[in-house]
């Protein structure tokens, strides 16, 4: 954006702030128009136009602490007063920027992979996560001096930890849902840590895609959960739990922050049950591997 309009300012032959006034604000509207529009080949859209016009506004509502600061400011407003975006509606191309929904052909299995995934297969990389960095924090035997406590001891440790790992067998298949961890040495990188970051990076991406599947929550709101069990029920201390007014069913709410426009706290309703029941909703268990899952790193 400062680079559009330095470039345009050489080319002009202005050499300070104060000689933007009003009419060269336009002569900068046409030069953004027609420069954007070689560079993209159609009409620009209104938002490229606003950033780059915005940038002049901005010089002259910081006019009062350039004068302070010894820099004549400019010495109009810009644009006859106009805002920057009425005036990128009107040169720009108003583009629909609303994402359309995924096609059911697409969203379907993936929602099913990541419930999928968060069963079973995620309390095995919770597990394998656990014995991996119990290893490491112990040790192991070191030579006949050292305690073993030494980096290479500590991922030696982990290896061998690791390496007797068997991954579960789901209901309904005849072999486990992925291959063993390979903990050959392969070079100088320890090849099987990449792999295990993978999996616990696969298993948050899946509790991510059922959170926002099933409620629709934003990524800042998924991140701006608090972390943290109640004692009482054993989820995740962001879930309440209430009683239908019927009594029948027990619905479940998640409290989180709404951060976007106005930060505010908010509740979600993400899954009921059968009152009495052990039924757990698919965003409630999501919820409950990431809390889970990330434990160990929070501590």
Same mark, same amino acid.
């Given at each position: 954006v400062i680079t559009s309009l330095v470039r345009w300012m050489v080319a002009n032959h202005f050499q300070r702030i104060s000689e933007l006034d009003n009419d060269? =604000?336009? *002569?900068?509207v046409e030069y953004v128009t027609e420069v954007t529009t070689q560079d993209e080949g159609e009409l620009p859209s209104v938002s490229v136009v606003w950033? !780059? #016009? +915005? #940038?002049? %506004?901005? #010089?002259?509502k910081q006019s009062a602490a350039l004068t302070e600061a010894g820099i004549e400011a400019m010495p109009e407003p810009p644009f006859d007063g106009r805002s920057p975006f009425d005036v990128a509606k009107e040169v720009a191309v108003q583009v629909n920027y609303r994402v359309p929904p995924l096609p059911d052909a697409v969203a379907l299995p993936t929602m099913a992979a990541a419930e999928r995934l968060i069963g079973i297969p995620a309390d095995n990389v919770i597990s394998l996560q656990d014995i991996y960095l119990t290893a490491y924090r112990q040790g192991g035997p070191g030579n006949h001096i050292?305690? /073993?406590k030494s980096l290479p001891c500590r991922?030696?440790?982990?290896?061998m930890a690791v390496s007797s790992f068997h991954? =579960? %067998? #789901? =209901? /309904?298949e005849s072999e486990p849902w992925r291959?063993?961890? &390979? %903990? @050959? @040495?392969? /070079? !100088?990188? &320890? &090849?099987?840590?990449?792999e295990i970051r993978s999996l616990i990076m696969d298993v948050r991406n899946a509790c991510i895609i059922v959170l926002q599947s099933h409620v629709g929550q934003r990524i800042s709101e998924v991140m701006g959960? !608090?972390? /943290?069990?109640?004692? *009482?029920t054993g989820l995740p201390s962001c879930i309440v739990l209430r009683t239908s007014r019927t009594g029948l069913?027990? $619905?479940?709410?998640?409290?989180?922050? $709404?951060? !976007?426009? +106005?930060s505010r706290e908010m509740e979600w309703v993400i899954g009921a049950c059968p009152a009495n029941s052990a039924y757990i909703p698919p965003p409630v268990r999501a919820l409950a591997v990431l809390e889970q899952l990330y434990h160990p790193w929070r501590e």
């Amino acid at each position: 954006v400062i680079t559009s309009l330095v470039r345009w300012m050489v080319a002009n032959h202005f050499q300070r702030i104060s000689e933007l006034d009003n009419d060269a =604000s336009w *002569e900068y509207v046409e030069y953004v128009t027609e420069v954007t529009t070689q560079d993209e080949g159609e009409l620009p859209s209104v938002s490229v136009v606003w950033q !780059k #016009l +915005h #940038l002049i %506004t901005l #010089l002259y509502k910081q006019s009062a602490a350039l004068t302070e600061a010894g820099i004549e400011a400019m010495p109009e407003p810009p644009f006859d007063g106009r805002s920057p975006f009425d005036v990128a509606k009107e040169v720009a191309v108003q583009v629909n920027y609303r994402v359309p929904p995924l096609p059911d052909a697409v969203a379907l299995p993936t929602m099913a992979a990541a419930e999928r995934l968060i069963g079973i297969p995620a309390d095995n990389v919770i597990s394998l996560q656990d014995i991996y960095l119990t290893a490491y924090r112990q040790g192991g035997p070191g030579n006949h001096i050292g305690p /073993g406590k030494s980096l290479p001891c500590r991922g030696n440790a982990a290896r061998m930890a690791v390496s007797s790992f068997h991954f =579960s %067998t #789901l =209901s /309904g298949e005849s072999e486990p849902w992925r291959s063993a961890i &390979d %903990t @050959r @040495r392969r /070079g !100088k990188q &320890d &090849d099987f840590v990449s792999e295990i970051r993978s999996l616990i990076m696969d298993v948050r991406n899946a509790c991510i895609i059922v959170l926002q599947s099933h409620v629709g929550q934003r990524i800042s709101e998924v991140m701006g959960l !608090k972390a /943290g069990v109640n004692q *009482e029920t054993g989820l995740p201390s962001c879930i309440v739990l209430r009683t239908s007014r019927t009594g029948l069913n027990t $619905v479940f709410y998640l409290r989180g922050l $709404v951060s !976007k426009i +106005h930060s505010r706290e908010m509740e979600w309703v993400i899954g009921a049950c059968p009152a009495n029941s052990a039924y757990i909703p698919p965003p409630v268990r999501a919820l409950a591997v990431l809390e889970q899952l990330y434990h160990p790193w929070r501590e």
